[in-house]
Protein backbone atom coordinates (compact mmCIF):
# COMPACT_ATOMS: atom_id res chain seq x y z
CA UNK A 1 0.00 0.00 0.00
CA UNK A 2 1.28 3.26 -1.16
CA UNK A 3 0.90 6.41 0.22
CA UNK A 4 -1.44 7.67 -1.78
CA UNK A 5 -4.26 4.45 -0.81
CA UNK A 6 -6.92 4.77 1.59
CA UNK A 7 -6.14 2.21 4.47
CA UNK A 8 -9.03 -0.41 4.37
CA UNK A 9 -9.76 -0.49 8.20
CA UNK A 10 -12.07 -3.26 9.10
CA UNK A 11 -13.74 -3.41 12.71
CA UNK A 12 -15.74 -6.41 13.64
CA UNK A 13 -18.70 -5.26 16.18
CA UNK A 14 -20.03 -1.81 17.13
CA UNK A 15 -21.62 -0.30 19.93
CA UNK A 16 -18.51 0.68 22.52
CA UNK A 17 -15.15 0.02 21.19
CA UNK A 18 -16.06 -0.57 17.68
CA UNK A 19 -18.17 2.66 17.45
CA UNK A 20 -15.27 4.61 19.23
CA UNK A 21 -12.39 2.93 16.96
CA UNK A 22 -14.59 4.40 13.85
CA UNK A 23 -14.94 7.53 14.72
CA UNK A 24 -12.33 8.47 15.44
CA UNK A 25 -10.47 6.95 12.94
CA UNK A 26 -12.87 9.26 10.60
CA UNK A 27 -11.51 12.25 12.85
CA UNK A 28 -8.34 11.05 12.07
CA UNK A 29 -7.82 10.49 8.28
CA UNK A 30 -10.62 11.27 5.73
CA UNK A 31 -9.58 9.14 3.23
CA UNK A 32 -9.32 5.86 4.91
CA UNK A 33 -12.03 3.13 3.92
CA UNK A 34 -13.80 2.27 7.05
CA UNK A 35 -15.75 -0.91 7.00
CA UNK A 36 -17.87 -1.59 10.66
CA UNK A 37 -19.38 -5.21 10.79
CA UNK A 38 -22.12 -6.09 12.83
CA UNK A 39 -24.18 -9.16 13.68
CA UNK A 40 -27.04 -7.65 15.42
CA UNK A 41 -29.18 -5.30 14.13
CA UNK A 42 -27.60 -2.02 15.99
CA UNK A 43 -24.66 -0.82 15.53
CA UNK A 44 -24.12 1.50 18.20
CA UNK A 45 -26.85 2.04 21.52
CA UNK A 46 -26.13 2.33 25.11
CA UNK A 47 -26.30 -0.91 26.67
CA UNK A 48 -26.02 0.18 30.25
CA UNK A 49 -29.57 2.21 30.27
CA UNK A 50 -31.49 -1.32 28.99
CA UNK A 51 -32.38 -1.77 32.10
CA UNK A 52 -33.63 1.72 33.20
CA UNK A 53 -35.67 1.19 30.31
CA UNK A 54 -37.34 -1.77 31.65
CA UNK A 55 -38.10 0.03 34.94
CA UNK A 56 -39.43 3.01 32.81
CA UNK A 57 -36.65 5.61 34.07
CA UNK A 58 -35.90 5.65 30.44
CA UNK A 59 -38.87 6.81 28.41
CA UNK A 60 -37.50 6.49 24.86
CA UNK A 61 -36.61 3.09 23.25
CA UNK A 62 -35.11 5.85 20.09
CA UNK A 63 -32.90 7.23 23.51
CA UNK A 64 -30.99 4.31 23.45
CA UNK A 65 -30.24 3.54 20.00
CA UNK A 66 -26.87 6.08 19.85
CA UNK A 67 -26.26 5.67 16.36
CA UNK A 68 -27.74 4.39 13.31
CA UNK A 69 -26.03 3.19 10.19
CA UNK A 70 -27.95 6.00 8.21
CA UNK A 71 -26.36 8.72 11.12
CA UNK A 72 -22.91 7.23 10.83
CA UNK A 73 -22.71 7.37 7.09
CA UNK A 74 -24.02 10.57 7.30
CA UNK A 75 -22.54 12.04 10.01
CA UNK A 76 -18.54 9.67 9.76
CA UNK A 77 -18.82 8.05 6.29
CA UNK A 78 -18.60 5.01 7.43
CA UNK A 79 -19.51 1.62 5.70
CA UNK A 80 -22.16 -0.04 8.44
CA UNK A 81 -22.93 -3.30 7.80
CA UNK A 82 -25.96 -4.58 10.07
CA UNK A 83 -26.89 -8.20 10.16
CA UNK A 84 -23.58 -9.52 8.98
CA UNK A 85 -21.57 -11.91 11.10
CA UNK A 86 -17.99 -12.62 10.42
CA UNK A 87 -16.81 -16.37 10.16
CA UNK A 88 -13.03 -16.30 9.62
CA UNK A 89 -9.93 -14.59 9.15
CA UNK A 90 -7.49 -15.07 6.52
CA UNK A 91 -4.18 -13.25 8.25
CA UNK A 92 -1.76 -14.39 5.67
CA UNK A 93 -4.08 -12.79 2.59
CA UNK A 94 -5.29 -10.30 5.32
CA UNK A 95 -9.38 -10.96 4.25
CA UNK A 96 -12.52 -11.70 6.38
CA UNK A 97 -15.00 -14.01 5.94
CA UNK A 98 -18.03 -12.63 6.15
CA UNK A 99 -21.76 -14.38 6.05
CA UNK A 100 -24.84 -12.22 5.98
CA UNK A 101 -27.56 -13.18 8.55
CA UNK A 102 -30.55 -13.19 6.78
CA UNK A 103 -29.95 -14.80 3.40
CA UNK A 104 -26.90 -16.64 4.67
CA UNK A 105 -24.49 -15.40 1.87
CA UNK A 106 -21.28 -15.28 2.05
CA UNK A 107 -18.30 -12.82 0.71
CA UNK A 108 -14.16 -12.24 1.67
CA UNK A 109 -13.30 -8.58 2.87
CA UNK A 110 -9.87 -7.58 2.49
CA UNK A 111 -8.43 -5.35 5.20
CA UNK A 112 -5.14 -3.62 6.21
CA UNK A 113 -6.07 -3.23 9.55
CA UNK A 114 -8.95 -5.15 11.59
CA UNK A 115 -9.84 -4.47 14.67
CA UNK A 116 -11.73 -7.43 16.94
CA UNK A 117 -14.94 -5.94 19.07
CA UNK A 118 -17.23 -8.89 19.39
CA UNK A 119 -17.82 -8.18 23.10
CA UNK A 120 -19.00 -10.65 26.05
CA UNK A 121 -22.22 -12.36 26.06
CA UNK A 122 -24.38 -13.91 29.25
CA UNK A 123 -23.44 -16.94 30.76
CA UNK A 124 -26.15 -19.63 30.14
CA UNK A 125 -24.82 -22.52 32.42
CA UNK A 126 -25.88 -25.93 31.24
CA UNK A 127 -28.23 -26.38 33.96
CA UNK A 128 -31.40 -28.42 34.04
CA UNK A 129 -34.44 -26.31 32.35
CA UNK A 130 -32.58 -23.16 31.54
CA UNK A 131 -33.70 -23.53 28.05
CA UNK A 132 -36.60 -22.38 29.55
CA UNK A 133 -38.15 -19.13 27.42
CA UNK A 134 -38.72 -17.36 30.78
CA UNK A 135 -35.09 -17.60 31.65
CA UNK A 136 -33.71 -14.18 30.26
CA UNK A 137 -30.57 -12.83 30.21
CA UNK A 138 -30.07 -9.48 28.90
CA UNK A 139 -27.08 -8.10 26.21
CA UNK A 140 -29.23 -6.43 23.35
CA UNK A 141 -31.97 -4.10 23.07
CA UNK A 142 -33.75 -7.10 21.53
CA UNK A 143 -33.40 -9.24 25.25
CA UNK A 144 -34.67 -5.92 26.38
CA UNK A 145 -37.49 -5.43 24.34
CA UNK A 146 -38.40 -9.45 25.56
CA UNK A 147 -37.84 -8.60 29.36
CA UNK A 148 -39.64 -5.54 28.75
CA UNK A 149 -42.34 -6.94 27.41
CA UNK A 150 -42.34 -10.27 30.01
CA UNK A 151 -42.81 -7.31 32.35
CA UNK A 152 -46.94 -6.75 31.81
CA UNK A 153 -48.00 -9.63 33.44
CA UNK A 154 -45.67 -11.15 35.58
CA UNK A 155 -45.89 -10.32 39.42
CA UNK A 156 -43.16 -12.21 40.65
CA UNK A 157 -39.29 -12.08 39.70
CA UNK A 158 -36.46 -13.52 39.94
CA UNK A 159 -32.92 -12.45 39.35
CA UNK A 160 -30.08 -15.01 39.47
CA UNK A 161 -26.90 -12.74 40.23
CA UNK A 162 -26.40 -9.86 42.48
CA UNK A 163 -23.64 -8.02 40.66
CA UNK A 164 -23.68 -4.79 39.32
CA UNK A 165 -26.69 -5.35 36.90
CA UNK A 166 -28.57 -7.72 39.32
CA UNK A 167 -28.85 -5.11 41.75
CA UNK A 168 -30.27 -2.71 38.67
CA UNK A 169 -32.58 -5.22 37.59
CA UNK A 170 -34.26 -5.80 40.63
CA UNK A 171 -34.04 -2.32 41.59
CA UNK A 172 -35.90 -1.37 38.49
CA UNK A 173 -38.66 -4.28 38.72
CA UNK A 174 -39.72 -3.18 42.32
CA UNK A 175 -40.18 0.32 40.29
CA UNK A 176 -42.69 -1.70 38.40
CA UNK A 177 -44.72 -3.22 41.47
CA UNK A 178 -42.90 -6.40 41.29
CA UNK A 179 -42.43 -9.11 44.09
CA UNK A 180 -38.31 -9.77 43.26
CA UNK A 181 -36.09 -12.14 44.77
CA UNK A 182 -32.42 -12.06 44.23
CA UNK A 183 -30.36 -14.94 44.62
CA UNK A 184 -26.51 -15.19 45.05
CA UNK A 185 -24.20 -17.97 45.29
CA UNK A 186 -21.68 -15.89 47.43
CA UNK A 187 -22.98 -14.40 51.39
CA UNK A 188 -23.22 -10.66 49.96
CA UNK A 189 -24.55 -8.47 47.21
CA UNK A 190 -22.38 -6.94 44.88
CA UNK A 191 -19.34 -9.12 45.16
CA UNK A 192 -16.68 -7.25 44.12
CA UNK A 193 -16.77 -5.21 47.40
CA UNK A 194 -16.23 -5.79 50.72
CA UNK A 195 -18.90 -7.16 52.25
CA UNK A 196 -18.65 -4.94 55.12
CA UNK A 197 -19.47 -2.28 52.49
CA UNK A 198 -22.60 -4.09 51.21
CA UNK A 199 -24.83 -4.13 54.70
CA UNK A 200 -26.43 -0.93 53.38
CA UNK A 201 -27.24 -2.15 50.10
CA UNK A 202 -28.73 -5.59 51.37
CA UNK A 203 -30.60 -3.17 54.16
CA UNK A 204 -31.78 -1.06 51.27
CA UNK A 205 -32.53 -3.99 48.96
CA UNK A 206 -35.02 -5.49 52.06
CA UNK A 207 -36.43 -2.31 52.99
CA UNK A 208 -38.21 -2.20 49.61
CA UNK A 209 -39.52 -5.41 49.60
CA UNK A 210 -36.53 -7.33 47.65
CA UNK A 211 -36.37 -11.02 49.29
CA UNK A 212 -32.46 -11.77 49.13
CA UNK A 213 -31.37 -15.77 49.18
CA UNK A 214 -27.40 -15.27 49.83
CA UNK A 215 -24.97 -17.76 49.91
CA UNK A 216 -27.23 -19.78 47.64
CA UNK A 217 -26.42 -20.96 44.60
CA UNK A 218 -28.79 -22.03 41.49
CA UNK A 219 -28.91 -25.61 40.35
CA UNK A 220 -31.63 -25.77 37.52
CA UNK A 221 -34.57 -24.02 36.77
CA UNK A 222 -38.31 -26.26 36.81
CA UNK A 223 -41.18 -25.82 34.54
CA UNK A 224 -44.61 -25.59 35.45
CA UNK A 225 -47.42 -22.47 35.55
CA UNK A 226 -44.50 -20.61 36.80
CA UNK A 227 -40.48 -21.36 36.57
CA UNK A 228 -39.44 -22.44 39.68
CA UNK A 229 -35.66 -21.98 40.54
CA UNK A 230 -34.32 -25.05 42.65
CA UNK A 231 -31.33 -23.56 44.46
CA UNK A 232 -28.19 -25.50 45.86
CA UNK A 233 -29.55 -25.60 49.41
CA UNK A 234 -32.87 -27.69 48.23
CA UNK A 235 -34.83 -24.27 48.11
CA UNK A 236 -37.22 -23.47 45.40
CA UNK A 237 -38.32 -19.99 44.23
CA UNK A 238 -41.09 -19.65 41.92
CA UNK A 239 -41.07 -16.99 39.52
CA UNK A 240 -43.15 -15.86 36.46
CA UNK A 241 -39.78 -15.30 34.71
CA UNK A 242 -35.82 -15.31 35.27
CA UNK A 243 -33.27 -13.07 34.81
CA UNK A 244 -29.50 -14.37 34.49
CA UNK A 245 -26.92 -12.11 36.04
CA UNK A 246 -23.87 -14.20 36.48
CA UNK A 247 -21.23 -13.05 34.32
CA UNK A 248 -20.10 -12.93 30.53
CA UNK A 249 -17.69 -14.55 28.44
CA UNK A 250 -15.83 -13.44 25.69
CA UNK A 251 -17.35 -14.01 21.98
CA UNK A 252 -13.26 -15.46 21.28
CA UNK A 253 -14.08 -17.94 18.95
CA UNK A 254 -13.36 -15.90 15.91
CA UNK A 255 -9.88 -14.90 17.14
CA UNK A 256 -9.05 -18.72 18.61
CA UNK A 257 -9.65 -19.66 15.22
CA UNK A 258 -7.49 -17.59 13.43
CA UNK A 259 -4.77 -18.51 15.48
CA UNK A 260 -4.48 -15.50 17.55
CA UNK A 261 -2.93 -15.56 21.33
CA UNK A 262 -5.65 -15.80 24.41
CA UNK A 263 -5.10 -14.90 27.77
CA UNK A 264 -5.90 -18.01 30.23
CA UNK A 265 -9.35 -17.24 30.48
CA UNK A 266 -10.24 -17.42 26.93
CA UNK A 267 -9.95 -13.59 26.20
CA UNK A 268 -7.40 -12.21 23.77
CA UNK A 269 -4.34 -10.97 24.56
CA UNK A 270 -3.18 -7.52 23.60
CA UNK A 271 -0.13 -5.28 23.98
CA UNK A 272 -0.15 -2.03 25.02
CA UNK A 273 -1.66 -0.43 22.29
CA UNK A 274 -4.34 -2.87 21.94
CA UNK A 275 -2.50 -5.18 19.08
CA UNK A 276 -3.07 -8.49 18.97
CA UNK A 277 -0.50 -11.35 18.10
CA UNK A 278 -0.94 -10.63 15.11
CA UNK A 279 0.50 -7.10 14.67
CA UNK A 280 -2.09 -6.06 11.82
CA UNK A 281 -5.01 -7.55 13.85
CA UNK A 282 -5.68 -5.18 17.22
CA UNK A 283 -8.84 -5.96 19.99
CA UNK A 284 -10.22 -3.80 22.50
CA UNK A 285 -14.13 -4.03 24.83
CA UNK A 286 -14.91 -6.98 26.94
CA UNK A 287 -13.55 -9.59 24.58
CA UNK A 288 -9.87 -8.61 25.55
CA UNK A 289 -6.93 -9.07 28.46
CA UNK A 290 -5.65 -6.22 29.14
CA UNK A 291 -3.54 -4.93 32.34
CA UNK A 292 -4.07 -3.58 35.64
CA UNK A 293 -3.20 -0.78 36.49
CA UNK A 294 -2.47 -1.35 40.73
CA UNK A 295 -0.98 -4.81 40.22
CA UNK A 296 0.50 -4.84 36.29
CA UNK A 297 -1.11 -8.09 35.84
CA UNK A 298 -3.38 -9.39 33.20
CA UNK A 299 -6.62 -8.39 33.94
CA UNK A 300 -10.31 -8.65 32.06
CA UNK A 301 -12.72 -5.31 32.65
CA UNK A 302 -15.84 -5.58 31.09
CA UNK A 303 -17.07 -1.75 31.32
CA UNK A 304 -17.91 0.50 29.07
CA UNK A 305 -15.25 3.09 29.86
CA UNK A 306 -12.27 1.30 29.10
CA UNK A 307 -13.72 -0.21 25.82
CA UNK A 308 -14.41 3.33 24.49
CA UNK A 309 -11.54 4.39 25.72
CA UNK A 310 -9.60 1.64 23.90
CA UNK A 311 -10.78 1.84 20.82
CA UNK A 312 -9.84 5.36 20.22
CA UNK A 313 -6.00 3.96 21.20
CA UNK A 314 -6.66 1.72 18.44
CA UNK A 315 -7.79 4.25 16.01
CA UNK A 316 -4.58 6.27 17.20
CA UNK A 317 -2.14 3.81 17.28
CA UNK A 318 -2.86 2.94 13.10
CA UNK A 319 -3.34 6.71 12.16
CA UNK A 320 -0.88 8.37 14.68
CA UNK A 321 1.67 5.78 15.85
CA UNK A 322 4.33 8.45 16.65
CA UNK A 323 1.93 9.96 18.91
CA UNK A 324 -0.38 6.80 20.52
CA UNK A 325 0.08 6.77 24.46
CA UNK A 326 0.34 3.34 25.38
CA UNK A 327 -2.11 1.91 27.00
CA UNK A 328 -2.05 2.50 31.02
CA UNK A 329 -3.93 -0.18 32.41
CA UNK A 330 -7.45 -0.51 34.14
CA UNK A 331 -9.16 0.32 37.15
CA UNK A 332 -12.56 -1.51 37.20
CA UNK A 333 -13.89 1.68 38.71
CA UNK A 334 -17.97 0.70 39.22
CA UNK A 335 -20.74 2.60 40.80
CA UNK A 336 -24.18 1.51 40.83
CA UNK A 337 -27.15 2.48 42.42
CA UNK A 338 -29.81 0.76 44.40
CA UNK A 339 -32.81 3.03 44.87
CA UNK A 340 -31.13 5.50 47.94
CA UNK A 341 -27.82 3.78 48.48
CA UNK A 342 -25.43 4.26 45.89
CA UNK A 343 -22.41 2.11 46.07
CA UNK A 344 -18.89 1.38 43.56
CA UNK A 345 -15.35 0.75 44.25
CA UNK A 346 -12.09 1.78 42.56
CA UNK A 347 -8.81 -0.47 42.12
CA UNK A 348 -8.69 -3.40 44.55
CA UNK A 349 -10.96 -4.74 47.13
CA UNK A 350 -9.38 -5.56 50.69
CA UNK A 351 -10.22 -9.42 49.67
CA UNK A 352 -8.65 -9.04 46.20
CA UNK A 353 -5.24 -8.38 47.96
CA UNK A 354 -5.15 -10.21 50.60
CA UNK A 355 -5.72 -13.11 47.49
CA UNK A 356 -2.73 -11.61 45.98
CA UNK A 357 -0.48 -12.19 49.31
CA UNK A 358 0.15 -8.45 48.97
CA UNK A 359 0.80 -6.47 52.23
CA UNK A 360 -1.89 -3.77 52.76
CA UNK A 361 -3.50 -1.73 55.43
CA UNK A 362 -7.18 -0.18 55.15
CA UNK A 363 -8.91 2.06 57.55
CA UNK A 364 -13.18 2.59 56.86
CA UNK A 365 -14.25 6.42 57.43
CA UNK A 366 -17.86 7.88 58.02
CA UNK A 367 -18.91 11.34 57.68
CA UNK A 368 -21.28 13.31 55.56
CA UNK A 369 -21.46 14.26 51.80
CA UNK A 370 -21.68 17.83 52.21
CA UNK A 371 -21.81 19.96 55.57
CA UNK A 372 -23.84 18.45 58.85
CA UNK A 373 -24.88 21.94 59.95
CA UNK A 374 -26.48 22.56 56.16
CA UNK A 375 -29.96 21.17 55.13
CA UNK A 376 -29.86 17.37 53.79
CA UNK A 377 -26.63 15.73 54.88
CA UNK A 378 -26.66 12.40 53.84
CA UNK A 379 -23.91 9.83 55.46
CA UNK A 380 -21.22 8.16 53.22
CA UNK A 381 -18.83 5.63 54.55
CA UNK A 382 -15.44 4.93 52.49
CA UNK A 383 -12.90 2.74 52.63
CA UNK A 384 -9.03 3.02 51.85
CA UNK A 385 -6.68 0.67 51.32
CA UNK A 386 -2.78 1.49 50.42
CA UNK A 387 0.25 -0.21 50.79
CA UNK A 388 2.57 0.21 53.63
CA UNK A 389 5.58 0.74 52.95
CA UNK A 390 4.93 3.16 50.11
CA UNK A 391 2.00 4.58 51.34
CA UNK A 392 0.38 3.68 47.93
CA UNK A 393 -3.29 3.80 47.48
CA UNK A 394 -4.48 0.26 46.28
CA UNK A 395 -8.04 1.11 45.95
CA UNK A 396 -11.33 2.37 47.30
CA UNK A 397 -14.95 1.70 48.17
CA UNK A 398 -17.59 3.95 49.06
CA UNK A 399 -21.24 3.77 49.83
CA UNK A 400 -23.93 6.01 50.74
CA UNK A 401 -27.30 8.13 50.20
CA UNK A 402 -25.35 10.78 48.02
CA UNK A 403 -22.18 11.72 47.03
CA UNK A 404 -20.74 8.17 46.32
CA UNK A 405 -19.33 9.02 42.39
CA UNK A 406 -17.37 12.40 43.49
CA UNK A 407 -15.35 10.11 46.10
CA UNK A 408 -15.01 7.56 43.55
CA UNK A 409 -14.24 9.75 40.82
CA UNK A 410 -11.51 11.53 42.96
CA UNK A 411 -9.82 8.32 44.25
CA UNK A 412 -9.83 6.44 40.81
CA UNK A 413 -7.99 9.92 39.50
CA UNK A 414 -5.57 9.39 42.98
CA UNK A 415 -5.24 5.97 41.96
CA UNK A 416 -4.19 6.65 38.50
CA UNK A 417 -2.02 9.70 39.43
CA UNK A 418 -0.14 7.10 41.61
CA UNK A 419 -0.96 9.18 44.52
CA UNK A 420 0.03 8.20 48.35
CA UNK A 421 -2.06 8.46 51.28
CA UNK A 422 -0.11 11.50 51.86
CA UNK A 423 -1.47 12.83 49.23
CA UNK A 424 -4.65 11.93 50.00
CA UNK A 425 -4.76 14.31 53.31
CA UNK A 426 -2.94 17.47 51.28
CA UNK A 427 -5.73 17.40 48.83
CA UNK A 428 -7.62 20.53 48.15
CA UNK A 429 -10.70 19.71 47.28
CA UNK A 430 -14.13 22.08 46.22
CA UNK A 431 -15.92 23.17 49.57
CA UNK A 432 -18.86 25.14 50.05
CA UNK A 433 -21.41 24.08 52.61
CA UNK A 434 -23.85 23.03 49.82
CA UNK A 435 -21.51 20.80 48.17
CA UNK A 436 -18.80 19.73 50.79
CA UNK A 437 -16.93 19.51 53.83
CA UNK A 438 -13.92 21.65 54.41
CA UNK A 439 -12.32 18.19 55.87
CA UNK A 440 -13.55 15.90 52.80
CA UNK A 441 -14.10 12.73 53.39
CA UNK A 442 -11.62 11.84 51.33
CA UNK A 443 -9.05 13.91 52.94
CA UNK A 444 -10.52 12.16 56.24
CA UNK A 445 -9.52 8.83 54.90
CA UNK A 446 -5.90 10.22 54.08
CA UNK A 447 -5.72 11.78 57.71
CA UNK A 448 -7.10 8.24 59.19
CA UNK A 449 -4.23 6.44 57.44
CA UNK A 450 -1.36 8.66 57.95
CA UNK A 451 -2.46 8.41 61.53
CA UNK A 452 -2.41 4.61 61.56
CA UNK A 453 0.87 4.33 59.55
CA UNK A 454 2.51 6.51 61.94
CA UNK A 455 1.18 4.66 64.95
CA UNK A 456 -1.52 7.41 65.95
CA UNK A 457 -4.28 4.75 65.89
CA UNK A 458 -4.33 0.82 65.62
CA UNK A 459 -7.84 0.35 63.41
CA UNK A 460 -10.18 -2.95 63.99
CA UNK A 461 -12.26 -4.30 61.77
CA UNK A 462 -14.66 -6.19 64.46
CA UNK A 463 -15.20 -6.06 67.85
CA UNK A 464 -13.52 -8.90 69.47
CA UNK A 465 -15.69 -11.27 70.56
CA UNK A 466 -13.08 -12.28 73.51
CA UNK A 467 -13.53 -11.68 77.87
CA UNK A 468 -9.95 -10.10 78.29
CA UNK A 469 -11.44 -7.30 75.83
CA UNK A 470 -12.84 -4.17 77.30
CA UNK A 471 -15.26 -3.00 75.12
CA UNK A 472 -15.34 0.99 75.97
CA UNK A 473 -18.69 2.48 73.58
CA UNK A 474 -17.83 6.83 74.42
CA UNK A 475 -20.67 8.04 72.54
CA UNK A 476 -23.07 9.83 75.11
CA UNK A 477 -24.84 7.75 77.54
CA UNK A 478 -28.52 8.36 76.26
CA UNK A 479 -27.60 7.39 73.03
CA UNK A 480 -25.29 4.25 73.93
CA UNK A 481 -28.64 3.12 76.43
CA UNK A 482 -31.15 3.81 73.17
CA UNK A 483 -28.99 1.80 70.86
CA UNK A 484 -26.63 -0.94 73.35
CA UNK A 485 -23.59 -1.76 71.50
CA UNK A 486 -24.85 -6.00 71.21
CA UNK A 487 -21.77 -7.29 72.64
CA UNK A 488 -21.05 -8.51 76.71
CA UNK A 489 -19.25 -6.37 78.80
CA UNK A 490 -19.31 -2.85 77.36
CA UNK A 491 -18.76 -0.21 79.34
CA UNK A 492 -20.27 3.49 78.53
CA UNK A 493 -17.73 5.98 79.38
CA UNK A 494 -19.10 9.12 77.11
CA UNK A 495 -15.83 10.88 75.79
CA UNK A 496 -15.78 14.14 77.89
CA UNK A 497 -16.12 11.79 81.03
CA UNK A 498 -12.90 9.59 80.00
CA UNK A 499 -10.30 11.05 81.09
CA UNK A 500 -11.30 11.12 84.67
CA UNK A 501 -13.05 7.45 84.76
CA UNK A 502 -10.37 5.69 82.77
CA UNK A 503 -9.77 4.25 86.94
CA UNK A 504 -13.24 2.31 85.40
CA UNK A 505 -10.37 0.12 83.16
CA UNK A 506 -7.77 -2.49 83.54
CA UNK A 507 -4.86 -1.07 81.98
CA UNK A 508 -3.36 -5.12 82.09
CA UNK A 509 -5.96 -5.30 79.63
CA UNK A 510 -6.72 -4.83 75.91
CA UNK A 511 -9.48 -2.09 75.36
CA UNK A 512 -11.12 -1.36 71.76
CA UNK A 513 -13.08 1.97 71.69
CA UNK A 514 -16.25 2.63 70.04
CA UNK A 515 -18.71 5.10 68.85
CA UNK A 516 -21.46 5.81 65.91
CA UNK A 517 -18.90 7.38 63.53
CA UNK A 518 -15.36 6.68 64.31
CA UNK A 519 -13.99 9.89 64.70
CA UNK A 520 -14.68 10.00 68.61
CA UNK A 521 -13.50 6.81 69.32
CA UNK A 522 -10.18 8.00 67.79
CA UNK A 523 -10.10 10.53 70.22
CA UNK A 524 -11.02 8.20 72.92
CA UNK A 525 -7.80 5.88 71.61
CA UNK A 526 -5.14 8.73 72.16
CA UNK A 527 -6.47 10.12 75.56
CA UNK A 528 -6.02 5.84 76.63
CA UNK A 529 -2.87 5.08 74.81
CA UNK A 530 -0.93 8.24 76.36
CA UNK A 531 -1.97 7.00 79.55
CA UNK A 532 -0.16 3.50 78.89
CA UNK A 533 -3.41 1.62 77.45
CA UNK A 534 -3.44 -1.21 75.08
CA UNK A 535 -6.04 0.02 72.68
CA UNK A 536 -7.55 -0.46 69.11
CA UNK A 537 -10.29 1.77 67.76
CA UNK A 538 -13.39 0.29 65.54
CA UNK A 539 -12.81 1.72 61.96
CA UNK A 540 -15.61 3.64 60.73
CA UNK A 541 -17.98 3.09 63.90
CA UNK A 542 -21.19 1.65 64.43
CA UNK A 543 -22.04 3.09 61.09
CA UNK A 544 -20.33 1.31 58.91
CA UNK A 545 -22.55 -1.77 59.81
CA UNK A 546 -25.91 -0.38 59.92
CA UNK A 547 -28.05 1.47 58.12
CA UNK A 548 -27.43 5.00 59.30
CA UNK A 549 -31.04 5.46 59.13
CA UNK A 550 -31.92 3.06 61.92
CA UNK A 551 -29.43 3.34 64.44
CA UNK A 552 -31.36 0.61 66.17
CA UNK A 553 -30.22 -2.55 64.04
CA UNK A 554 -27.02 -2.60 65.21
CA UNK A 555 -25.48 -6.00 63.87
CA UNK A 556 -24.45 -9.18 66.18
CA UNK A 557 -20.80 -9.54 66.38
Known amino acids: ?18 ASAAARARRLDENAQITLIERGPDVSFANCGLPYYIGGEIKQREALAVQTPQTLKAMLNLDVRTGTEAI ?22 SYDKLLLAPGATPLRPNLPGIEDPRVHTLRSLQDMDRIHGATVSAQQIAVVGAGFIGLEMAEQFVRLGKKVTLIEMLDQVLPPLDRPMTLLLEDELRRHGVELALGDGISGF ?5 ITCLLKSGRRVAADFVVLSIGVRPETGLARDAGLALGERGHIHVDQFMRTSDPDVYAAGDAIE ?20 EGRLVADHI ?15 AIVRAFEVSAGI ?3 SEKRIRAAGLPFRCVTVNDNHHAGYFPGAKPIILKLCWDPVSGRILGAQATGLAGVDKR ?7 LAGGLTIDDLSELELSYAPPFGSAKDIVNIAGFTAVNTREGLVDPIDTIPDEPSVQVVDVRPAALSKAHPVPHAGVINIPLPELRKRCSELDASRPVVTVCALGKTSYFAARILAQRG ?25
Request: hydrophobic share 40%.
Open 533 to 557: FRVQSLTGGLRARFDPRSPAKLPTP
Open 88 to 109: GIDRAGKRVQLRTVASGATEWL
Open 319 to 333: FRPASAKPFPGALGT
Open 290 to 309: THDLVGRNPTVVALGGPANR
Open 408 to 414: LDVLATA
Open 1 to 18: MNASTPLRFVIIGGVAAG
Open 222 to 226: ERGNQ
Open 346 to 348: TGW
